[in-house]
Each structure stands twice: as structure tokens, then as C-alpha cells.
């Protein structure tokens, strides 16, 4: 992970403190709303995603000390257990990367309904990524294995890449460098991958990411800036919307990263919106952006025309991570990773537990989720 120091540090302090200040609507306390549907009671997740019949899957990040297992399955008794297997959960440095997760980052159900797994490749946060482990590994929720293994080569997750969140359109996947600053175009057809827009403002961090009023700050004790993380396709697959963590959005349209033999990607990057730090986004089907705002404990909601509304704002919201819409509620876990030991000296300032919220949606947000393109390519994907 890159960190660097920003030199308007000041003046963008200023801005985040700007951004809190949104338009107001009527639902700004969760009250019971607010659910708790899953709970960790000693490692931090960061990703949820929820299948068509209601199964709740959650990634834990490679982060010291490491999780106990990496995917898992949240069960009736509101606990993550091991997914698909002991064996794809039990990876020890030393030991073979390519059939084992080494460091996710990000669980997905696909449009093809199948559960896709990002493994960074990287055993612990800020490390380089080991030869051969970075992937994206399918996983058949019918037969509950994994039935393809997309290898990330050296061409694709550099040494200081840390492969963050994907997304689909077609037979194309959308990765996110939060590491080396760039997006990976992944075929799902043919599994091979390039780079678009490396080193461009567009997927750069050069703002300091600010939680209850303080800079998050890296081992170095230098700001911590994280580069391309959040992304989203359009529910038409014409756009893509992607930011650094700490903003600003930008968009370009789908068609000019698909094409291979079009280079000058960043010719056609404009920018969106100004957001503020994100911790993870979500896109509904028509076409909202619901946005995680991490320096107020809320949900902004962000529509297609740019009105952006706050629409919760809890405590209980603190650094909720990569979130889910699925039949009418937002799906979101609780990671305060703000607050793990790599950001205070080696002390966990964690409050334990963890858990996954619902919230219900109010009758004038969309009850459809929104998770990629047509799932029509579901068999040429196996």
C-alpha cells in the first residue's frame, strides 16, 4: 500500500469537515430499522453479499492478527463458518497459495448467481503479494466448490497491488488496485487481464482519510491514503463509477475500457461528485448510489441526477464496509477498521463485537438490487 504525505493537508481537512453538512431527509435515526442479522465477537470483516435464497456470505481482510478463516457463511446461529471449505480457509505462510485464500478483500455473488472471491494475495495488510496467490476464485453455490480460479499474473497484481472490490459487465470483470493506483480488466472467458488508467489522477489517493475528526494515519504514522477502491457499473452497463477512498468519484463510460485496442482511457474520465471518505458503495436498480460515509456514521444516498441525501446516520455505523441491496434492504457489515492495531501502534481499539446490519428501505427506494450485467454468460464462466 502506498502512503504518502499530501501537502494541502489543511485545506483538505477543511473540505471533509465541509462535506458533512447534506441535505437532510426525514430518516436520519435507524432506530429498529437497524438489525443485526450476524456478529463477530474476535475478527474484523469487511465485505457482505446475499444470494437469491437469502444465504449471507462475509469476507475477513488479512489484517494482524490474521482471521481464523477468510470467506465464510454467517449461519442460523449468526456466526461465519468457514466457506466452501477448512481446506481453502486454512492457508499458513509457507504453505501452496494457489488453492487457498492468502488475504481477501471481497465477496460477490455475480449476476450468474455464482459467489466470486477476491484473494489480494497479500498475507498481511501493507505487504507485497506473493507469487502466484493473487485470484478471483468462482464458487457454485449449488454445489458449494469452487469450479474456476482466475490467477492474477505479475502483469496484472504488481508486488505492491492490493486488489480491492470487483464488479461485471458482460464478459468482462471490473478490479479495483487500492494498492498500485489503477483498475484490471479481467475476461472471464478467456481469464486474460490488463491495466487501464495506472498512476491517473482518477484512481490516485492524495486525501487523508478522516474519522471521528482524526486523520487515519499508516504504521509510518503518515497519513493513510488508499488509492482506487469503491467502483460501481450503471444498471444500463454504460458507466463506471470509481474513486479513491477518499474521493473524489469520478466516471467513464464502459465502452472505452472493454476495448482493447483503446489505449487513451483517461481522456474520457470525468469527474462525478465530490464525495467524502467512502468505506464501501452499493448501487440499486435504478441506478442510486448508496454511499458510505465514514466521517459521520451514515448512508448517503446519491442519485443519477447528483442529489445527493443523507439517509441514516447511527453509531452503531462506524467504518461499515462493502455493502449488499437484496429485496428491499441494504446489507452492511460493521468493520471499524479505523480502528485495528495497524493504525495504533500495535494496540486493537476495536469494540468488540462486530456485526451485520439490515436496513429497510422506505417505500420510495427501489426494491431491487442491482449486482452486474445479464447473467446470460453464467455457463461460459465455469
Same mark, same amino acid.
Given at each position: ?107 460477490? *455473488?455475480?449476476? /450468474?448467481?455464482?459467489?466470486?472471491? &477476491?484473494?489480494?494475495?497479500? $498475507? ?5 503479494? =506473493? #507469487? %502466484?496467490?493473487?485470484?478471483? *476464485?468462482?464458487? /457454485?453455490?449449488?454445489?458449494?466448490? &469452487?469450479?474456476?480460479?482466475? $490467477? ?5 497484481? =504488481? #508486488? %505492491? ?24 480488466? =479481467? ?196
Amino acid at each position: 500500500m502506498e502512503h504518502k504525505s499530501s501537502p494541502c493537508l489543511v485545506v483538505l481537512i477543511m473540505l471533509v469537515i465541509g462535506w458533512t453538512t447534506l441535505p437532510q431527509s426525514p430518516a436520519q435515526t435507524a432506530g429498529d430499522r437497524l438489525q443485526a442479522v450476524g456478529q463477530s465477537d474476535r475478527t474484523i470483516w469487511n465485505g457482505v453479499t446475499v444470494s437469491a435464497d437469502g444465504r449471507i456470505f462475509v469476507n475477513f481482510p488479512a489484517l494482524s492478527p490474521r482471521p481464523h478463516e477468510s470467506v465464510g457463511e454467517v449461519g442460523q446461529d449468526g456466526k461465519s463458518h468457514p466457506y466452501p471449505s477448512d481446506e481453502w480457509n486454512s492457508w499458513k505462510p509457507g504453505k501452496p497459495v494457489e488453492h487457498a485464500f492468502v488475504g481477501t478483500k471481497a465477496v460477490r *455473488v455475480g449476476p /450468474d448467481g455464482a459467489l466470486w472471491v &477476491v484473494d489480494t494475495g497479500t $498475507p498481511s495488510f501493507g505487504t507485497e503479494t =506473493l #507469487p %502466484n496467490a493473487p485470484k478471483i *476464485v468462482r464458487i /457454485d453455490l449449488q454445489q458449494n466448490s &469452487v469450479t474456476r480460479i482466475y $490467477p492474477l499474473g505479475p502483469e496484472a497484481a =504488481l #508486488p %505492491n497491488s492490493y486488489i480491492d472490490d470487483i464488479r461485471f459487465h458482460g464478459h468482462l470483470a471490473y478490479l479495483t488496485d487500492a494498492g498500485v493506483p489503477g483498475i484490471i480488466v =479481467l475476461d472471464l472467458t478467456t481469464g486474460k487481464t490488463r491495466r487501464v488508467l495506472d498512476h491517473d489522477r482518477s484512481t490516485t489517493g492524495a486525501r487523508p482519510i478522516v474519522v471521528d475528526g482524526e486523520i487515519v494515519r499508516g504504521s509510518d504514522d503518515k497519513p493513510l491514503l488508499i488509492n482506487t477502491d469503491q467502483m460501481e457499473v450503471s444498471p444500463d452497463g454504460k458507466w463506471l463509477y470509481f474513486q479513491p477512498l477518499a474521493g473524489p468519484m469520478y466516471r467513464v463510460a464502459t465502452k472505452w475500457i472493454d476495448d482493447p485496442l483503446f489505449s487513451n482511457v483517461a481522456r474520457h474520465v470525468a469527474f462525478w461528485y465530490d464525495t467524502p471518505p467512502l468505506g464501501g458503495t452499493a448501487i440499486d436498480a435504478a441506478g442510486n448510489l448508496y454511499l458510505e460515509d465514514l466521517t459521520s456514521d451514515s448512508i448517503l444516498k446519491l442519485t443519477p441526477g447528483q442529489h445527493l441525501t443523507k439517509v441514516i446516520q447511527d453509531h452503531r455505523l462506524h467504518w461499515v464496509d462493502a455493502p449488499w441491496i437484496r429485496d428491499g434492504k441494504l446489507y452492511f457489515p460493521e468493520a471499524q477498521l479505523d480502528r485495528a492495531e495497524q493504525f495504533h501502534h500495535g494496540r486493537s481499539m476495536i469494540q468488540w463485537p462486530l456485526h451485520i446490519y439490515t436496513y429497510q428501505l422506505t417505500l420510495d427506494d427501489p426494491m431491487r438490487e442491482h449486482s452486474g450485467s445479464s447473467a446470460s454468460h453464467a455457463k461460459r464462466f465455469e
